[in-house]
């Protein structure tokens, strides 16, 4: 009785021992069937990944192209934009504007923080390489600060480049407090 006790615990203790006894060509065809269940998935999200990759580089080319385009188009438009601020900084006002260009004389001024006490407008000619041109000539007296003159003809320039300063005279206020003044005569070179 002491040996089946015995060969009963033998039996439970071991794992392949409990297993049926199978060939090996059924134990080859576990083995695959384990490996094609565990390869399967594997395989096919390999090929749906590369298929995503594949409509992601069209997708980029396709954006790529826009994009391209759209350089192109911009860059056509800036030097359109700068050819257009090329010929208004080279072309003169008329005579006839003067009313435009006092407004921004005065929004020059008052961007700058300075006051216009007076302006006197005059018109002239002016010869340059043998060829007259009208010129307005605006006189001017103001108050503020000594840099806001400075801002104030540096923007006269940018805004109106067919102008010259013909004669300035800045005068620093004495008293503390006080604004400081200047005269200016800016001659505006206008078309005829």
Known sequence: ????????????????????RLSTPVWILIILCLFLIFMVPQVLGYM???SRQQA?????????????ALKA?????????AKKAEAKAYSLPSRAGNPEISQVIMDLAWDNDITIITMGISS?????????YPVLVY???LTGQV???QKFLLAIGKELPSSEYIDI?????TVEGELDKATMNIQVYCDN
């Open 169 to 173: 005279t800045i005068t620093p206020a």
């Open 1 to 20: 009785m002491a040996s089946t006790s015995e060969t009963a615990k033998n039996v439970k203790s071991s794992i392949l021992q409990r297993l049926p």
């Open 48 to 50: 749906e990944t590369a």
């Open 124 to 132: 002239s000619n002016s010869k340059i390489l043998d060829k007259d």
């Open 139 to 141: 006189s001017l007296k």
């Open 73 to 81: 188009k911009m860059a056509s438009q800036s030097s359109l934009a």
């Open 56 to 68: 992601l580089k069209l997708q980029i080319s396709q954006l790529q192209s826009q994009y391209d």
């Open 147 to 149: 840099t806001n003159f």
